[in-house]
């Protein structure tokens, strides 16, 4: 797969005159263009089922409280709710969605690990190493597109979106500023993609899917 994205990236440089940096963004917005249909319709179905939680939360109430003494029976009669009004936690197009954006982050990261980039982008003298800036900036926005991101949960998991954050800070330091723009201009995009998503969807009618 190396050889695919040093490929991408040397045409994106030479046809567009990008540098290596630049070509990088450029690169990583085309990929996440492409899964963007993935990705979107993966959102609706998290946004529609954030809707019919909200209308059974009376009736989720009620069997939290009457079988509150049998937690196996409790999830029982819950996934039974939830499968008689079409609510599905984990759909098809939810797992769809995490297992391409999984193959395409660890290709992405280990292409860029072993592609000799180098040059300089804005602030960074050198994308061949790792930047405290970029990092700091990039850890930021991933706990940022983490807090906006559709969730079925009641609450913000403000201790997840840390420690996330915290790895995120950490792993960068460690790496070419290369991954760290793949990363951030990644994590620009989902924020964005969140942010739509909440438009278009939220407080909306039961989306039929």
């Not at 994308?127 to 850890?139: G, P």
């Given at each position: 797969?190396?050889?695919?994205?040093?490929?991408?990236?040397?045409?994106?440089?030479?046809?567009?005159?990008?540098?290596?940096?630049?070509?990088?963004?450029?690169?990583?917005?085309?990929?996440?263009?492409?899964?963007?249909?993935?990705?979107?319709?993966?959102?609706?179905?998290?946004?529609?089922?954030?809707?019919?939680?909200?209308?059974?939360?009376?009736?989720?109430?009620?069997?939290?409280?009457?079988?509150?003494?049998?937690?196996?029976?409790?999830?029982?009669?819950?996934?039974?709710?939830?499968?008689?009004?079409?609510?599905?936690?984990?759909?098809?197009?939810?797992?769809?969605?995490?297992?391409?954006?999984?193959?395409v982050g660890i290709g992405?990261?280990?292409?860029?690990?072993?592609?000799?980039?180098?040059?300089?982008?804005?602030?960074?003298?050198?994308?061949?190493?790792?930047?405290?800036?970029?990092?700091?900036?990039?850890?930021?926005?991933?706990?940022?597109?983490?807090?906006?991101?559709?969730?079925?949960?009641?609450?913000?998991?403000?201790?997840?979106?840390?420690?996330?954050?915290?790895?995120?800070?950490?792993?960068?330091?460690?790496?070419?500023?290369?991954?760290?723009?793949?990363?951030?201009?990644?994590?620009?995009?989902?924020?964005?993609?969140?942010?739509?998503?909440?438009?278009?969807?939220?407080?909306?009618?039961?989306?039929?899917?």
């Amino acid at each position: 797969m190396d050889w695919l994205f040093q490929s991408a990236i040397n045409t994106l440089q030479s046809e567009l005159t990008l540098s290596s940096g630049l070509a990088v963004i450029v690169f990583t917005l085309v990929i996440r263009l492409i899964l963007m249909p993935i990705s979107f319709a993966s959102l609706k179905q998290t946004f529609s089922n954030m809707q019919k939680l909200a209308e059974l939360k009376p009736e989720i109430e009620v069997l939290k409280e009457k079988y509150s003494k049998d937690p196996v029976l409790q999830s029982q009669k819950l996934m039974e709710l939830y499968k008689s009004n079409g609510v599905s936690l984990m759909s098809k197009n939810t797992v769809l969605n995490m297992m391409v954006q999984a193959v395409v982050g660890i290709g992405m990261f280990q292409g860029l690990s072993n592609i000799a980039l180098s040059g300089r982008l804005a602030w960074i003298a050198d994308i061949s190493k790792s930047d405290i800036f970029l990092s700091v900036a990039v850890a930021f926005i991933t706990g940022l597109s983490m807090y906006f991101m559709p969730s079925a949960a009641d609450s913000v998991n403000y201790a997840m979106i840390a420690l996330m954050s915290v790895v995120c800070l950490i792993s960068l330091l460690n790496v070419s500023s290369a991954i760290g723009l793949y990363w951030g201009t990644s994590s620009v995009i989902s924020l964005f993609q969140s942010l739509a998503a909440k438009l278009l969807f939220e407080n909306k009618r039961p989306l039929v899917l």
